[in-house]
């Protein structure tokens, strides 16, 4: 074979191996560039996950509610509403759901048309959980739509004491008064509160509430007519509000 054969051979084999190289880059490229997707999609589901937790730790931690119904609810059920534990971000969201057996909080992040999921988990959650309800509000027997009672429970070591109350509630008719609270079997406020007529002081002396239940009642000078909307906050000597929505249905409560 002379010079100009092995010259073609040559210049065959350097074409055949560029081809062969821009095959494989043609293939790597998009490879990598799907590959890349994945840790971009993990990294935005964790932090998706993250403000699911932010999200339910705030949410315990700031309401006083209860769910969409006036019993056999307490409040923290509601962190598995889902009107309210679950939230769209951006190409994303998260869900969180409260175990009340385990008392762990879980979060999951997720990304819009992805695959990855990152779960994030709150162990001990009650310690984010302020004063909330511990059993459904009623009316007292042999006192229909004048005197009404729950039971309120800290969950938190940090110690609580009350020292005020406010109230707001819809009536028709003749406008009834608060004349009485008792907290525990004790008397803690006793007069006369007109609705929505701002932040009063305990008459009878401060109350701590406990980590167990706690019964309150609360006293009218007389029975209301079609009462409803009932939201009483007690007031901590620390500063802080304890909102409790007695009827979230606005439909007048139970009996017990």
């Given amino acids: 074979m002379n010079s100009k054969g092995i010259s073609v051979l040559f210049l065959i084999i350097a074409m055949l191996l560029m081809i062969t190289i821009g095959y494989v880059f043609s293939y790597l490229i998009p490879t990598k560039q799907t590959s890349i997707k994945f840790p971009i999609s993990s990294t935005q589901a964790f932090f998706l996950a993250q403000s699911g937790l932010e999200y339910g730790i705030r949410y315990g931690s700031d309401q006083g509610w209860r769910g969409a119904t006036d019993t056999g609810r307490l409040d923290y059920d509601r962190l598995n509403d ?3 534990n679950q939230r769209n971000l951006g190409n ?3 869900t969180i759901n409260y175990n009340t057996a385990t008392n762990e909080l879980t979060s999951t992040g997720e990304v819009n048309n992805a695959t990855e ?10 310690q984010f959980l302020r004063l909330t309800f511990n059993s459904s509000p009623c009316w007292i027997p042999g006192y229909s739509n004048q005197r009404a009672q729950f039971n309120i429970i800290r969950w938190r070591t940090t110690t ?48 701590a509430v406990p980590l167990a239940s706690l019964l309150v009642e ?12 009932i939201v009483v906050t007690f007031y901590s000597t620390a500063g802080d509000r304890y909102i409790f929505n007695l009827d979230p249905e606005g439909n007048n409560l139970p009996g017990c």
């Fill in 82 to 84: 889902a009107a309210v």
């Fill in 92 to 94: 994303g969201r998260f």
């Fill in 117 to 126: 999921k990152r779960i994030l988990i709150v162990s001990n959650f009650n």
């Fill in 160 to 207: 609580v004491t009350v020292n005020a109350f406010s109230a707001t509630w819809q009536e028709d008719g003749a406008a009834r008064n608060i004349t009485t609270i008792l907290m525990g079997g004790t008397t803690r406020f006793s007069g006369t509160y007109s609705n929505g007529s701002g932040i009063r002081n305990f008459t009878g002396g401060n109350q």
């Fill in 218 to 229: 609360i006293r009218w000078d007389s029975a209301m007519t079609n009462p409803r909307n």
